[in-house]
């Protein structure tokens, strides 16, 4: 069979469906990825990465916000890689390859359309921005034409399935729920020798004493970004072995980013580092005490920022959001602290911080849950069956 799957960028395939994409080039099925290449890190990392599988790449430039102009230039893009080839199935990935993937696909004649609904992002939050809920209405307008085009759409989050069922935007039976997932092979509790361990913290400046808390996620307000900055304020003095890590890219020209000169405000605190984009996540992970993800944002119900960590058995700390908090058993594996509260969420990290074995203990616990529910082999083989 041949498979096009629209996405982004190159990147989300690489972090996250490469067990996805294995099986079924393992099935001898021919895939297409069409997307941008993310420039985050060296040119062409990720599309090297996903080319060595064995898959084909096509370029198709991308722009995240909504503009009808550069959305018109997208559809039609998408539409024009479509029919240069006899695709059997197209796969497409978040908002905007969902909507549009799905129209250029059935434009081009190809009836197997499947969607992958991974979280609804900022737009649709409850907000008195009129130009907000006026876009929020348009996208809903578009997902009811996708979404009725469409064979299967595979939700993480059972949240924005049942936002889409009230709304009678598609049908149940067209619905595929899985929990998040993660890969808990590559990321294990001994998948980073301790030297290569020591080598990072004596490349970060860490005395053996220091205890790292690490958030990793895109440097927006909603990912709690405020909040963790805040804890490590209330912290400073009180626990001077407490070092907070915040690893992730620029929100570039989102009305959400975190202005530049904020962060490199903390960057000059003793117990602040900003790393900003990086690849090597299971380094960082690694030498961490505990990872925190205190975000508002409307994420898929089980933030890579928790699943990762998880799984290479730390203590995870988010909030009472329910589109990110999932993966954690409040007193089992970590701590929910209300949304948009530094305080909570610098006394939760303060408890794990005075109580090694408690931390330890919720580390255990995550690793088995991670495991146990978020297994990425079993959930991959599950929508396989599910859309081929």
Not at 158 to 184: A, M, P, Q
Request: positive net charge.
């Amino acid at each position: 069979m041949k498979i096009a799957i629209v996405c982004s960028y190159d990147f989300s395939i690489a972090w996250s469906l490469e067990i996805f994409i294995k099986k079924l080039l393992k099935e001898n099925h021919i895939i297409t990825v069409i997307s941008d290449v993310h420039d985050g890190h060296t040119k062409n990392f990720y599309l090297d990465t996903i080319t060595k599988w064995g898959v084909n790449h096509e370029f198709l430039k991308t722009y995240r916000f909504f503009s009808p102009f550069e959305d018109i230039k997208y559809l039609y893009g998408i539409y024009r890689l479509l029919t240069k080839n006899n695709y059997d199935l197209v796969i497409n990935i978040a908002t905007k390859p969902n909507i549009y993937g799905s129209i250029a696909a059935k434009l081009a004649g190809i009836k197997n359309i499947i969607c992958f609904a991974w979280g609804l992002g900022l737009t649709f939050e409850k907000s008195n921005n009129l130009g907000r809920n006026l876009l929020k209405y348009a996208l809903l307008f578009l997902y009811f034409i996708a979404f009725k085009i469409s064979k299967k759409i595979w939700f993480t989050n059972k949240n924005d399935l049942e936002y889409f069922l009230r709304r009678k935007i598609l049908s149940k039976g067209k619905s595929f729920l899985s929990n998040g997932f993660v890969d808990t092979e590559s990321f294990s509790p001994s998948i980073i020798k301790p030297k290569i361990e020591e080598k990072y913290r004596n490349n970060l400046g860490l005395d053996p004493k220091d205890k790292v808390i690490i958030l990793v996620a895109r440097m927006s307000w909603a990912k709690g970004i405020k909040e963790f900055c805040e804890a490590s304020d209330i912290l400073r003095e009180t626990n001077p072995e407490a070092k907070f890590l915040l690893v992730g890219q620029d929100d570039s020209g989102s009305p959400d980013a975190v202005p530049k000169q904020y962060l490199r405000k903390y960057s000059t605190q003793k117990n602040f580092l900003h790393l900003g984009y990086r690849v090597d996540i299971k380094e960082l992970y690694s030498i961490s005490y505990m990872a925190v993800f205190p975000s508002y944002y409307r994420e898929g119900g089980w933030p890579r920022g928790l699943t990762e960590p998880m799984a290479m058995a730390k203590p995870v700390i988010t909030t009472d959001n329910i589109h990110a908090s999932g993966a954690v058993i409040h007193g089992t594996n970590g701590f929910i602290v209300p949304m948009k509260d530094s305080y909570e969420l610098a006394n939760s990290i303060k408890i794990l911080l005075n109580d090694s074995a408690l931390a330890l203990k919720f580390g255990q616990e995550s690793r088995k849950l991670a495991i146990e529910n978020l297994d990425e082999k079993k959930i991959m083989s599950d929508l396989i069956r599910a859309i081929i």
